[in-house]
T-cell receptor
Framework: AQSVAQPEDQVNVAEGNPLTVKCTYS??????LFWYVQYPNRGLQFLLK??????LVKGSYGFEAEFNKSQTSFHLKKPSALVSDSALYFC???????????????FGQGTELSVKP | NAGVTQTPKFQVLKTGQSMTLQCAQD?????MSWYRQDPGMGLRLIHY???????DQGEVPNGYNVSRSTTEDFPLRLLSAAPSQTSVYFC??????????????FGPGTRLTVT
């Protein structure tokens, strides 16, 4: 079955330290990979995506993510965390573009990021 | 552009009542979808549509109906509400054409409580 896993329910980081939020996937074909962020009582906001090309992709608010095909991972990173980065982060994958019409996404269960001053 | 809009923001229903959650987008997106968000379970796809007149079931379709008569609107109907449908509901839309990168745009959500 196709799936996305975020192995950590919560990640705690001190402000100014680097952060990593992990994501692994199990899908067929060459997936499109996404990260979204959800602030309290808000909808999801798109952060970044990997479609093809350079394995390191840069997105909004200083976030970046590294695609690793051999490890089927797409970890989200930021060199220096801010308190305002505290939110719920979702990894999502759109499997097998050729066979999948219209952008259906499979989401991980989410990781709560807490950045303390 | 207003993006993706959802109404209402909050709703309380009694078991057995029916209601419609509204979703509209003004970006001319072909693809629209409904998700429910429950703690620890991420977002689960309820129904989706790849264009007007075309809908299909997602992961958790039971108890919900959808229709897509226009490109802009994609209402979600709860036929007979149950406490298990207490959740936060998100509507999303995206382009669906070959070659597009398909990032989805989300509405602000509807928080539904069924008592």
């Amino acid at each position: 079955a196709q799936s996305v896993a975020q192995p950590e329910d919560q990640v705690n980081v001190a402000e100014g330290n680097p952060l990593t939020v992990k994501c692994t996937y199990s899908v067929s074909g060459n997936p499109y990979l996404f990260w979204y962020v959800q602030y309290p009582n808000r909808g999801l906001q798109f952060l970044l995506k990997y479609i093809t090309g350079d394995n390191l992709v840069k997105g909004s608010y200083g976030f970046e993510a590294e695609f690793n095909k051999s490890q089927t991972s797409f970890h989200l990173k930021k060199p220096s965390a801010l308190v305002s980065d505290s939110a719920l982060y979702f990894c999502a994958v759109r499997p097998s573009p050729f066979y999948n019409q219209g952008g259906k996404l499979i989401f991980g269960q989410g990781t709560e990021l807490s950045v303390k001053p | 552009n207003a993006g993706v809009t959802q109404t209402p923001k909050f709703q309380v229903l009694k078991t057995g009542q029916s209601m419609t959650l509204q979703c509209a987008q003004d970006m001319n997106h072909e693809y629209m979808s409904w998700y429910r968000q429950d703690p620890g379970m991420g977002l689960r796809l309820i129904h989706y549509s790849v264009g007007a007149g075309i809908t299909d079931q997602g992961e958790v379709p039971n108890g919900y109906n959808v229709s897509r008569s226009t490109t802009e609107d994609f209402p979600l109907r709860l036929l007979s509400a149950a406490p298990s449908q207490t959740s936060v509901y998100f509507c999303a839309s995206s382009y669906a054409r070959t070659g597009d990168s398909y990032e989805q745009y989300f509405g602000p959500g509807t928080r539904l409580t069924v008592t």
